[in-house]
Structure formats: C-alpha cells, structure tokens
C-alpha cells in the first residue's frame, strides 16, 4: 500500500487482565476510538499479546480491510516488537503501527478511574492520529561481526567466554588485573558444598589460556567502544607488564634474584597481608601464569637503576623493561560485561567495627586469603600476635541493610559467614559466633548447610553488633575484642570477648562502575549495578542492543548465579550472532533535496559525522550507514529538508495535536 | 567575625569555670563574642519529656533573639551539649516538620511578638575553635607549650550526634586536634561519645555512677593525666561524683582524675593567668599538673 | 489456677492497636514501623544493661500495642537522651525521639515505677522553675527535689557534694530570672498542646 | 485534588532511552503523579524541535516537559546538549511572545529514576495549575509546516 491510501484504522484495548481494566474504563476508551477519524474498528480484549489476542487482530485485518493498527496496552518498550510482528502477519507493513502505553503511564500511576480513562483516551487519539501518517518502511539487514568482546575475568566472565568459545566462536576476554579468576580465585572453598574453589575454577582458567578461540588480555582495559549492535569498534588499552608474556614459562627464578632478598611490599593480591618483591606472581596458579614487574617498587623501573639480576637469572630473557602501554583494536558483534562486584570496604565508614584500629578486626575477603593454602600464610589461621584464636566472632550485615552505607541486602554473605565459621572451626577448633539479623539461606542446599553448622556447634547469636571495643569490664575481657551486642532472641545485651572479629562485608558496585557504563552505552541504578533491561523479561540484556550483562555487576549474586547467568548471558549473545545479521530500525534521517538551501545548519549537529555536504549541488547528504537516527539534524534544519523515518515532523504534529484534543 | 554567645543556665553557674575559660581564651584569640540579651533556658532534655510543642517554642525564642540581635547568618555559639543539642534540634525540626513544628513555633513566637527566619547557625566552640579560627593560629599563640601532658578528650554523647556535621560521631578528632595544637598529648581511647549518665545523675544516681566508672577507669588505663569535657555537665558528672564513687568503694586512686574544661586547658597554653580560668574552682587541683 | 500462674498470653483485645500510629505522628515518631528489630539500638544503649525492656523492644511492642507495658517500663526513665540508638539505627528511626513521646504518655497518665518518682519529679521541677522564671536556677532544682524526694540521710550525703558546690561558687541560690516571664509563658502557651498537632501531623509529609 | 480545580494540559516529549523508560519503571514501581502529563516518545532529547514546543501550546498545551538522559549519559553522546541549547533560546522566545517561561520545563532523568518523573510531573503540574491556563495570540508557525498540519 502507498501512503496517499485512505487509512483504515483497527484499535484495540488491552485489558492486561486486571492491570489495566482496574483503572481504565476500557469500553468507554473502545467507544472513544470508534469515533476517531479513520478507525473502522475498535476492540477491547483481556491479553492481546496472547495468542487469541494476536488472532484478533489478524482476523479483524483481514475482514476490515485494515491498513493501520493502533494497540493500546503496556509500554512499546514490552511489546512493540511483538505487534508489529502481528501486523505483518495481518498482511501489512509492520511500521504502520503504533502503541499507546496506558498501561505503565497509566493504569499504574493514576489514582482515579475517570482521569486514568480521560488520559487513556487522549494517548489512544494521540496514536490514532499519528499511525494514518506512517509510512511503510523497511528494515536494513547490517551483518553481525562474529567475534565478542568479555569484559571481566571472574567466574562470570569465565563462564561466558569458554561457553561462547566452545560454540565457535572468537572471544577477547579483558581482565584489568594481572590474573582471571576475579573474586572466586581468592576463596578457599565455597558454599553450600564446600568444594575447593581452585578445583572447580583453575581448571577453567587453564581452559581459557590455552582454548583455540579465546585470546586472554590481562592487566587490559576497555578504552573506548564505539558502533553499534552487531559492528562495535573497540579500543582496548594493555599496560605494560614488563614480561613478554609468550616468552616467559612461570619458572619465578627471576623473583628468586631480584635483588630484594626479602619480600617486602604490601602484596595487593592478599589484601596487604602478605608481602612480595618488585617482580612477582599474584598466586601460584595465576593465569597467566606470568610474573609482572611493578614499576611503583622495581628500583630500576622507578629509580632507573639496579644492577638487574632478574634479567641474568632469566634464560628465556622475557623480561623487557621496554614495554609500553599499547592499544589495540577489536571488531566484535556483541559484548558481555562481567566486572563483577567490590567487597565492602568498612574503613572510616562504620567506625563503631573499629577496622583498622584494632588489629585483630579483620573483613571476611582477608579471613578467605587466610583460609586460602595459597594464600599469605597457606592456610594456617592466627591472630596478629601468632596465637591460635581460641573465639571469633563473624560479624553479619556489614554495609549492608544500613541506610547509611548501602541499603541492600547483599545475599551472599550469609551464607558465605557460615562457610567462615567452618573453615575456622575446622582449623583452629575455635569457638565461632554468628551475629546476624536474619539468617538468609534461600538455596538448593543451604538452608541444609546452616542446619549442619548449627549441629556443628556454631554459635548463633541474633542480634546486629553494635560495636566492637577493646575496653574491657571483667577480667576474662581484659585484652580482648569485646563484641556488644542484643542477644534478641532472650531481649538481653551481652558482651563477648574474641581473639578475633570477622566482618563480613557486603558487595557494592565497583568503583568505576558509572565510567564503565557510561562507556558501553548503558544504563546503571543510582548505586551503580548495572541495569538490565526487564528483569522478568530480559534479564540480561541491556537497553543497548549487543550489550548483555553476567554475574555480580547487575546486583550481589553468588556463584551458582554467576554461573547461570554467565550461561544465559552467552547464549543470548550466540543467538544475536548465529542469526547472522541485525535489522535495523528504520529510524534513520534523510536530506530532501529539493529543500535543502545548504545552510549547513545540520552538519555540526550529528556526532556520529554522518551529515557530509554534496558541494557540486550544494546539498547536505546523509549517509545512512552511519546515522543512528537521534534526529537532531532533523531539528535543527530551518529549511524542513532534514527528516527521520518513523518520527516524520508531521506524525509527531499529530501525536501532539491528539494527545490534547481530549481534555 | 562577630560571634554570639549562649550560656545556658549550667554556665552561669555550675558550669562558671567553662564560662570564664571560654570567654579569657576568645579574648586571647582576639575574637568577638556577646551575649545573647535576655536568652532563656534551652529546656534541656526534660522539656522534651513534657511537651514537645512547647519544648519547640522555649528554644525557639534564644533562635529568635539571636536573629534580631546578631541579624542574618548570626553564629550563635552554645558550649554545653545539652543547649548545643536542644537548638540545632529545634532548628532541624522547624525544617523537616514545617508543618508540625515550624508554622507551630512560627505562631507561639508571634505570641511573644517575636519572628525567626531561621537563618541561625548553631555553632559549638570546638568547631568554631578548630575550623573558624583554625589549628594553626592557635598553635602560633601558644606561650606554654603542654608537653608531656596526656589528655583524654571526653566530647559527650550530645555534641557529636545526632545534629552535628563538624565530626565524626565515634570518634570525633577535633578536640584531640587543638590538644595536639598545645603540645599536650590526646590519648586514644574508644570511648569519647559514651554516655556518662549526667543527664540521669541527679534521679537514678547508682546506674549513673557505674557509667562514670567505666569513663574514668578507662581514660586511665590509656594512661591519660587529665579528661577534659566539652560540657558543663559531663564535667560536673566525671569530677564531682568521683568520691561517691569512693563511698560506693572504689579504691583510692582507682577512680581518680582531675577533669578540666578544654577551654581551661586552652587558656592555660594560651597563657592566660589561672585566677581568669576557674582553677581554683575544681575538686581536683589543677595547678599541679601543668 | 489463676491464683499461682498470671495469664501471659495476650488477646488482641488486650491490646491498643492504635498506640503505634499515635506514636509514630509525633515529629520523630515517623519511622517507627520501618523497624527490623536488629538490636543495634539496644546493644549501643548506655543503659539498656538496665532497663526492664531494652529499645528494641520497645518498638516492638509499642508496634504491637503493649501500650500499658511500655509506659509503665523503667526503660523509658533510664533513656538518658544520649542519641546513641538513634545514630545507629540503620533504618534511621529516631528512637530517643520515641522515648520522649512515651515518656510524655506517662506522665500523661501519671504513671511510671514507684524507683523512679525522682524522674517526673525532677522533670516535673525544672519545667515549673522554666515555666516562672524563663530559666532554670540549679541550686534550687536540687534543693526541692531532694527535700522533696529522698530520705533525709540520702539527702545529706548527695548534700555533701552540693556544699563543696556551694563552697567552691558552683552552686547558688539565687535565683535566674529573664526580664519578662510572663511574655514567655504567653509564647508557650500559643505552642499549643503537641495532642491537636497530632491529627495536623497526620497530613504532614516527611523527608529523607 | 479536587474536581473543579483547573487541570492543565502537559506534554511530555520523553527520549526513549532514559526519561521515557524512567517513566516505565515508575509504572513498574506503582507510582501514582498528576494524571495530566502527555507523554510523545522521541528517540532523542535532541529531536524537539522548538516548533514541536510551539505547535503543543498552539494546540491547547498549558505546559511542556522535556526529558533526556542526564549531561554525558545521553544515547547518542550529545544529543541533550544541543536540546539544551534550544531550550535556552526558546525560553527567550517564550517570554518574546508574552508565555510565562515556566510553562516550558527540561529535565535530565536517567531510566532509572522513577521517583523523579514522579516528583517533576507533580511540580510541573502544580506549577503550571498555579499560573493558569494559557492564553494565545495566534503562534507564528512555518509555512511548510502549516499544509502538514491542515489534516
Ligand atoms: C568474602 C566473600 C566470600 C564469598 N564466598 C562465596 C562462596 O563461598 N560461594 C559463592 O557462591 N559465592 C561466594 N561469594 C560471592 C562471589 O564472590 C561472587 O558470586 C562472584 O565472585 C561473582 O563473580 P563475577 O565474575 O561476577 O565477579 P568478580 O569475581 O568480582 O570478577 C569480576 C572481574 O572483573 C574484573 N574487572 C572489573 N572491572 C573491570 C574493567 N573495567 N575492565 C576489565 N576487568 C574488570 C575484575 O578485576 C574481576 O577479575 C563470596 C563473596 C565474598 C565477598
Ligand atoms: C504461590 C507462589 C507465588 C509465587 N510468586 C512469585 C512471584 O511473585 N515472583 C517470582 O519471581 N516468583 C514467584 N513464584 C515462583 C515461580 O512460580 C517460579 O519461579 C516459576 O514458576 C518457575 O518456572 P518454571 O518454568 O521453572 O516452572 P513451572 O512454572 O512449574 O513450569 C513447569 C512446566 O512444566 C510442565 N511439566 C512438568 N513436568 C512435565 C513433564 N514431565 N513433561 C512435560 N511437561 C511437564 C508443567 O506442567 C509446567 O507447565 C511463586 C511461586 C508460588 C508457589
Ligand atoms: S499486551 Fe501488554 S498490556 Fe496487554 S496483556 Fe500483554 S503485557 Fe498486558
Ligand atoms: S620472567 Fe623468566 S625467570 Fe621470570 S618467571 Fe618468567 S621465565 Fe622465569
Ligand atoms: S630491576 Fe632490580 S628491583 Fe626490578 S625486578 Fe629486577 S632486580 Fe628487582
Ligand atoms: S546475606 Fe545475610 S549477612 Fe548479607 S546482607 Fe543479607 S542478611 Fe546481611
Ligand atoms: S539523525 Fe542524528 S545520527 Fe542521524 S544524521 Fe541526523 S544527527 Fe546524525
Ligand atoms: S540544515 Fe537543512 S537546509 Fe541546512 S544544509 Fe542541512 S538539510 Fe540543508
Ligand atoms: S536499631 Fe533501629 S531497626 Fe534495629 S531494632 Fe533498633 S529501632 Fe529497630
Ligand atoms: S537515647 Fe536513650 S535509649 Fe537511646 S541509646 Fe541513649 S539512653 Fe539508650
């Protein structure tokens, strides 16, 4: 059909059962629709986007002779996709569609039932009005690029990659730290099963060194993103690690040399309670396994001057104080970011815990490097001071469910303090309290586990810590952490005395978080977990296409989760790119010729620099290609010649005019 | 800057020793302070306990005579907690509740022909002290250096919470900063916002003492010589119930401390002659540990 | 039976159901249903090592509407406004805002446990004193509450620290006066009474 | 609000990225604003054209928001700034022609600011309640734009 065919409009209103039918006098918006210009049919049903839903529509195309479809329902951002689909079903050109959300702008946010239908009345005019100006159009097919882009390391980015390899496909997964492996790496075990978290995970930090399809960039970030869904650019930034990687076989003769004979840095990797030399290995099953030189310490790196034995003990001479920071760039259809989470930081923000005032205060990531066997002191548990503690006390909810540091609950923490709470017993056969304010065990097998540690033994005491001193008021206190706190099961405060206070910290967005989004082009909540785009729906996809979302970046999740998301993540991800290709939405602007007086008002306008200037003619011209459609070359052209599918000047002129010809 | 100035019953009279010390060590910083003319009682905490309305209203008028007298932006400087508290409380509620509290405290103040804006800043003199006047110009105007002398700064529940924003509420440094400015040494301790029980000394005095108790045995087994308060109050709790503590048996010694208003201690480094400062007005001797 | 055991169970007609919402329309009272008992407020309290029903509990039976055990409880009267709870609570409820309105209740209904007639006595005092003279004269509060209250031995030793008071000029009997009480108790007395505030508060939209 | 007091008449030109999915979430989220907000979803902030403003007051419009993503957020990097920009000149035009500047509104909303298209309707609303309905000496309009309109 042409656009100059004499509109023959359908609408229909959703009742979305009770969502919208509640608030909205859905017959007397259909009784309204009739009377509107062009509608010869108007109809109202429970589900439109079920099948029989789907069905109307299409039986009333066929018998009316329709040639414009207005659904009034819930937010195009649902379902738009699903009715242009139908309308083409039904014989048509998919744009010669619209929608008119009187479910979300509507039903939801209206108090009283005669303005909701006032409102509703005015939308469905609005798009009522604008679908007789639409257009037939069609879609561009662009090619996807087949390779993806993973960014983060731990076990979500992990999971990702060798799922998205293992199809096929060609994966670059970026790592920030020297090493993958991410949060999990650093735990000794992991609930509900206590399985060793280095036999679950180096394994597949292995695989993904050495998987054909994989290329592994560490200590590397994401600089710059740009394109779009199926073709994005990226720029990605490697710091110098001052080891030719491919050279160097793990050996570590060359830490064995440095001429540091003591390890004696704080070792960032174990949180600071460890040391290590100007060259070293994060840990021992690091991957890559490749030593890095810090230039903050290395004397020669810093200073520009040592005698350099790590260079003479090298036989594979693969350290190269040359190194640079280098830029490379990738081609990739999608992207999965999986940056993971930052543990809670409780210095100078809850005070009354006294980190880093008192010594044996510890957070729960330290108590895991030192649970660790390959951690700073291989597992073996002691206070400051060398003792085996003989009374912990794991401090639940710390930064977290506090107005005033992170509202959250942060779902793992529970569960991982009761992971805590055996490891230490099992070590130093302490007595092991847990100060909770509920206990969160929502899982296959966990709360299975909170009951084997209440048989165990562990000690339970509900009630959130109020603080943690060193002043003591009996002897027994005398030189001990005093634990205060309401034991509110019996209503009474009690005082308890440890050698050592765990505080389990809650997970917070990283720190960069809101840089990282704002570089790929998404959306984050006021905190910074990053937001998908329907959490029923869409739960990890993003409201940029080709962008998807896996583990603890969207909210705190724990492993398992990770996992399966890291899953769903890559298959979302393989389907975009098995299809081949993406269809464009026709929303692209364009120059009429004949209008455009080559003021050249519009060529400044697009950042994506798809506005040239024909100067035989002296014309603007569009490419196409490039042009996202944000249409603001459209409104800036005083001449009208600038224009953009599918938000033509006039639909727009029309939509407004109908959205205030109802009261 | 002209500061003004809100003593609140307690400094008129058990709490005198602060009154002279504070004005002597403004005098000696070469800073202005006045009285607020004809100031009434804040109400304390037992106002509070009868009639919030009106315990709004009582503080209001000192807010309303400060503005009238100090104009907009007056500072308006209250050294006992309790008075410190009790204003930037009812400031705070005339904002948050403008409804219940503000058009209320508006029309009872209309009754006494009276207005407030609320432009006031409540301020207390540690944060003027430290971060008006500034650590530095009161480390170069100090003539007897304190070195040696090891202070535990006791700050009170009620100066650091819930209103202030001029320290952290667990452990507040600015005290123990302009310590630091005199030579003398602030120990560390935990407990500097914990309760001394002062405002349940004089009804339910038992359960009160054992909170002094535990404030005086720990200062001392952090080694201090000397606390020092930020209120008249808190002073008069830790210093004069030191021999009831005796009486209830304590041994000699275990719970014994000179306790000094900061501002006492300041004059003192300042150089300001000890019969300006309330010395003599302590249980404990003073003199003797300078 | 009911001569060796009390009934502890509670019906919901025991109860006032409506004590919470009375409470929570007092300017501070707002968040009182925001409470996950965690115990911080408890556990943080000076005092609750003494009190018949720590903080936590209050709220929790206030939410309930034990409105007669929480207003006789000595919990209220051992509050010493420190603000400790109220800085740590982690839903931000201004709990020593909640003590002083359950106090104002008691003394409401003149009621509290007999060990601590000296509270409202001495609150009672202060406020009369305010009341006449626009301000508060120390030497004399402690004066009448003690004849008033103690046993004249218990007096005499508390004396032995108000004489050195007096001896050392921290203490006098003069008396503190503003220049005019009477504008004073007119400003009072416009504030009105804080029980028809309440239906106002009810329209009253707080922040944060 | 009561029944007879005046209601008007707001359009809302909501980019698609942010400010229209904030407007969702605030659906999702049940929060309940004055029913007098029209919402035109755009792509971009930076596709109003200030005759799109002109042609709502025209057509009985009392009031007309616009939202986008937030500065340095925007989908297409740049858009909201040259909104901006538009928007500064057109209040200029709006007082020229005698139109209380305070019927035309910009805001940054992210998509996950709910709350705030709840708190900015309500205050357009009453705002705009409070200085009343618009009344227009006839609006200058582009020629061409005049044929499309004439439907
Ligand atoms: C103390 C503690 C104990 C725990 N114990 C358990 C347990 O026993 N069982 C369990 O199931 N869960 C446990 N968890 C939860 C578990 O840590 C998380 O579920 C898991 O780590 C999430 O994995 P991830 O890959 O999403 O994030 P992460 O492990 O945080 O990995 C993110 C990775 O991305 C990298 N990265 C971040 N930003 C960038 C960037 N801009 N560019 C490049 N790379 C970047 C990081 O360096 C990191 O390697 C525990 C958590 C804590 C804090
Ligand atoms: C009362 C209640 C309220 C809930 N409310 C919420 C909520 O508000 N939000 C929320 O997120 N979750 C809620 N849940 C949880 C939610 O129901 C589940 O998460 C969800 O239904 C799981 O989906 P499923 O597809 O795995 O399983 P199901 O919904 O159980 O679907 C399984 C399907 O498989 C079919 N089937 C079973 N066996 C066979 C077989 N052998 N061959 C062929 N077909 C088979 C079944 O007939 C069924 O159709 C609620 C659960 C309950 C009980
Ligand atoms: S089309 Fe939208 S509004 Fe209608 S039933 Fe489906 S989800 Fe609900
Ligand atoms: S750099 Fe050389 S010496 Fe050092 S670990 Fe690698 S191969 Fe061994
Ligand atoms: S250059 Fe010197 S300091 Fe640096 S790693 Fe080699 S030996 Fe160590
Ligand atoms: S999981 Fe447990 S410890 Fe962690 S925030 Fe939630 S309730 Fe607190
Ligand atoms: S619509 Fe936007 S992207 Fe397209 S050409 Fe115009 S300015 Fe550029
Ligand atoms: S702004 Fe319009 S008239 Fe000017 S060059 Fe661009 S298309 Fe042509
Ligand atoms: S601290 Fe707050 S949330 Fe916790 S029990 Fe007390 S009042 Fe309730
Ligand atoms: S204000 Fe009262 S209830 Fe709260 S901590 Fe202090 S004494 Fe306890």
């Given amino acids: 059909m042409t656009a100059t065919e004499t509109p023959r409009i359908g609408v229909y209103v959703c009742h979305c059962g009770i969502n919208i039918a509640s608030r909205v006098n859905v017959k007397e918006v259909v009784e309204f629709a009739r009377g509107l210009p062009h509608v010869v049919v108007a109809s109202e049903y429970k589900y439109l986007c079920s099948d029989p839903g789907q069905e109307l529509i299409r039986a009333d195309m066929k018998e009316h002779n329709l040639n414009r479809i207005v659904v009034a329902s819930c937010s195009p951002l649902m379902h738009e996709s699903t009715f242009r689909r139908v309308t083409a079903e039904g014989g048509q050109n998919e744009f010669l569609f619209q929608m008119a959300n009187i479910r979300e702008h509507v039903s939801w946010v209206t108090e009283d039932e005669g303005e909701a239908t006032s409102k509703s009345k005015a939308l469905v005019a609005g798009a009522v009005r604008r679908v007789a100006f639409h257009e037939p159009l069609t879609r561009e097919k662009v090619p996807v690029n087949p390779n993806v882009l993973v960014v983060g390391g731990g076990i979500a980015g992990i999971q990702a990659a060798l799922t998205m390899a293992d199809a096929g496909k060609k994966v670059y997964l970026v790592e920030r730290e020297p090493t993958i492996g991410g949060h999990m790496a650093k735990f000794d075990k992991t609930f509900p099963t206590l399985d060793c978290s280095a036999c679950i995970l180096t394994p597949k930090m292995s695989m993904v060194k050495s998987h054909p399809n994989i290329e592994m960039m560490t200590l590397s970030e994401v600089a710059e993103v740009h394109g779009y869904v199926g073709n994005f650019k990226v720029k990605v930034k490697k710091n110098p690690r001052y080891i030719k990687e491919d050279l160097c076989v793990g050996c570590l003769e060359c830490i064995e040399s440095c001429v540091y004979k003591e390890a004696k840095f704080p070792d960032e990797y174990n949180l600071g309670l460890g040391k290590r030399k100007p060259v070293y290995i994060p840990f021992p099953q690091a991957t890559p396994q490749v030593v890095l030189v810090d230039p903050e310490t290395c004397l020669y790196l810093k200073k520009g001057k040592c005698k350099q034995t790590c260079l003479e003990a090298c036989d594979r001479k693969a350290i190269d104080f040359e190194q640079k920071e280098e830029i490379s760039e990738l081609d990739v259809g999608a992207i999965i970011l999986a940056t993971g989470f930052k543990a809670f930081d409780p210095t100078n923000r809850l005070p009354q815990y006294g980190y880093g005032f008192y010594p044996e205060v510890y957070t729960s990531l330290e108590i895991e490097r030192l649970l660790n066997s390959a951690g700073p002191t291989s597992g073996e548990l002691t206070t400051k001071s060398g003792q085996v503690p003989q009374t912990v006390g794991i401090v639940h909810c710390v930064g977290s469910r506090d107005k005033k540091t992170n509202v959250w609950c942060s779902r793992v923490c529970c569960m991982y303090s009761l992971k805590l709470a055996h490891l230490i017993e099992e070590r130093t056969g302490a007595h092991v309290y847990n100060f909770y304010i509920d206990m969160r065990t929502p899982g296959k097998g966990y709360e299975e586990f909170y009951e084997r540690l209440l048989q165990e033994g562990m000690r339970p005491v509900r009630g959130r810590v109020a603080a943690i001193t060193d002043w003591a008021m009996t002897p027994e206190e005398e030189g001990k952490l005093v634990i205060r706190v309401e034991d509110t099961m019996i209503g009474v405060v009690r005082r308890i005395p440890v050698d050592m206070a765990v505080l389990s910290v809650g997970l917070e967005p990283q720190p960069d978080a809101k840089e990282v989004r704002r570089r790929f082009n998404i959306s984050c909540s006021p905190e910074g977990w990053f937001l998908e785009r329907h959490p029923k729906l869409a739960p990890v996809s993003t409201f940029t296409d080709g962008v998807f979302l896996a583990g603890a970046c969207q909210g705190p999740k724990d492993i398992p989760d990770s996992v399966a998301q890291a899953g769903a993540a890559a298959a979302e991800a393989l389907a975009l790119i098995d299809r081949g290709y993406v269809e464009m939405e026709p929303n692209t602007a364009w120059i009429e010729e004949e209008l455009c007086s080559g003021c050249k008002s519009c060529s400044g306008q697009c950042p994506y620099n798809a506005i040239g200037f024909d100067d035989e003619k002296a014309r603007a011209m569009i490419n196409e290609a490039l042009c996202k459609g944000c249409g603001t070359c459209v409104a800036t052209c005083p001449s009208g010649a600038a224009r953009q599918k599918l938000f033509l000047d006039k639909q727009i002129y029309e939509e407004i005019r109908g959205v205030l010809s109802y009261v | ?290 | 039976m009911s001569e060796r055991f009390d009934r502890q169970i509670k019906y919901e007609s025991d109860l006032d159901l409506n004590f919470a919402h009375q409470i929570a329309s007092f300017p501070g009272g707002e968040r009182i249903f925001d409470c996950i008992q965690c115990g911080t407020c408890s556990g943080t309290c000076p005092l609750s090592v003494y009190m018949e029903y720590t903080p936590r509990r209050i709220i929790a039976m206030t939410r309930a509407g034990f409105k007669d055990e929480v207003v006789r409880s000595n919990t209220i009267w051992l509050c010493s406004s420190c603000y400790s709870c109220t800085v740590e609570c982690p839903k931000e409820i201004k709990l020593t805002d909640i003590m002083y309105a359950i106090k104002r209740q008691a003394i409401r209904e003149n009621i509290w446990p007999k060990e601590f007639k000296m509270s409202p006595m001495m609150t009672g005092e202060f406020f009369k004193l305010v009341e006449k003279n626009g301000r508060n004269s120390e030497g004399w509060l402690m004066m009448n509450l003690y004849m008033k209250s103690m046993a004249v031995g218990d007096a005499l030793k508390i004396a032995g620290i108000g004489m050195k008071m007096f001896a050392k000029k921290r203490m006098s009997l003069k008396t503190e006066k503003i220049a005019d009480p009477a504008e004073l108790r007119k400003i009072l007395d416009a504030a009105g009474s804080e029980m028809e505030l309440i239906k106002e508060g009810a329209k009253e939209v707080v922040h944060g | 609000m009561s029944k007879n007091e005046f209601q008007p008449k707001i359009v809302a030109f909501f980019c698609n990225w942010c400010t229209y999915t904030a407007a969702d979430l605030a659906g999702i989220s049940r929060m309940k604003y004055a029913p007098n907000i029209r919402v035109v979803r755009l792509m971009c902030s930076g596709r109003v054209d200030p005759q799109f403003i002109l042609a709502a007051f025209r057509e009985g419009a009392d009031g007309v928001l616009i939202g986008g993503c937030h500065p340095g957020d925007c989908h297409y990097q740049e858009g909201n700034y040259k909104a901006l920009r538009r928007y500064k000149l057109l209040k200029q035009v709006l007082k020229d022609f005698g139109i209380d500047d305070k019927r035309l509104r910009l805001e940054w909303i992210s998509a996950s600011e709910g709350d705030k298209v709840k708190k900015v309707c309500n205050e357009m609303v009453e705002h705009v309640r409070q200085l009343g309905p618009l009344k227009l000496e006839p609006l200058p309009l582009k020629e061409s734009l005049k044929a499309e309109a004439s439907y």
């Avoid at chain 2, 307690?10 to 005098?27: C, H, I, M």
């Avoid at chain 2, 919030?52 to 209250?78: D, I, S, W």
């Avoid at chain 2, 204003?87 to 219940?100: E, F, G, M, V, W």
């Fill in chain 2, 1 to 290: 800057m002209k500061y003004l100035y809100y003593p609140g019953c307690s400094l008129k009279v058990t709490g005198k020793p602060y009154e002279d010390s504070l004005l002597a060590v403004f005098n000696a910083l070469e800073e202005e302070i006045e009285e607020v003319n004809d100031w009434n009682c804040c109400g304390a905490t037992a106002y509070s306990a009868v009639d919030q309305m009106k315990a709004f209203a009582l503080a209001a008028r000192n807010l309303a005579l400060a503005e009238e007298q100090g104009g907009e932006k007056a500072e308006l400087v209250a050294p006992c907690a309790a008075c410190y508290l009790v204003l930037n409380k009812t400031c705070h509620s005339i904002q948050d509740y403008p409804a219940r509290v503000g058009l209320q405290v508006k029309r009872a103040l209309k009754a006494g022909n009276l207005t407030y804006k609320g432009t006031v800043n409540i301020r207390h003199p540690l944060d003027v002290f430290a971060n008006d006047i500034g650590l530095e110009v009161i480390e170069k105007r100090v003539k007897n250096k304190l070195a040696g002398l090891k202070v535990a700064c006791y700050y009170g529940c009620q100066i650091v919470r819930p209103y202030a924003e001029f320290d952290d509420q667990h452990q507040p440094m600015t005290m123990d900063n302009i310590i630091k400015a005199l030579g003398a040494e602030p120990v560390n301790w935990s407990l500097k916002t914990r309760c001394c029980g002062g405002s349940l000394s004089a009804t339910v005095s038992d359960d009160a003492l054992s909170l002094s108790r535990i404030l005086i045995k720990e200062a001392k087994r952090r080694g201090a010589d000397i606390i020092t308060t930020a209120c008249s109050l808190c002073q008069f709790n830790l210093e004069c119930f030191q021999e009831k503590l005796k009486q209830k048996g304590d041994q000699p010694g275990e719970t014994e401390i000179p306790v000094a208003y900061f501002t006492q201690i300041m004059g003192k480094a300042l150089g300001i002659d000890e019969a300006k400062l309330g010395f003599k007005q302590s249980f404990m001797p003073l003199e003797t540990l300078f």
